[in-house]
């Protein structure tokens, strides 16, 4: 049996599962940067997922979608960032 047929099903699940607690802590985060965090790791466990799924189907599809993932959450996060910290976001 192919190792990695054996293994992708339970990486999967692994990040299924990291990504409702994210989404848990994303609604239950006391505080606004727990939220923001919780968002970040949130995308970076997408990302994964969808690495992972490419690697399963064999397209390069899911690997150009969390490239643009990676993209626009890194903006987002940075966005989010300097509005807790500043209260604004244009200088």
């Known amino acids: 049996m192919n190792l990695l047929a054996t293994v992708l099903p339970w990486a999967i699940g692994g990040f299924a599962l990291a ?16 939220r923001i965090l919780a ?8 990302l994964a997922l969808l690495v992972l799924l490419g690697i399963g189907l064999g397209t390069e599809l899911y690997f150009e979608a969390a490239l643009l993932i990676a ?16 209260g604004n976001i244009v200088e």
């Open 71 to 86: 993209m626009l959450g890194f903006i987002g996060t940075v966005v989010l960032s300097k509005y807790l910290l500043r």
């Open 39 to 46: 968002l970040d790791t949130l995308y970076i466990n997408t």
């Open 19 to 34: 990504l409702l607690l994210n989404a848990w802590r994303l609604l239950r985060g006391p505080s606004a940067a727990d």
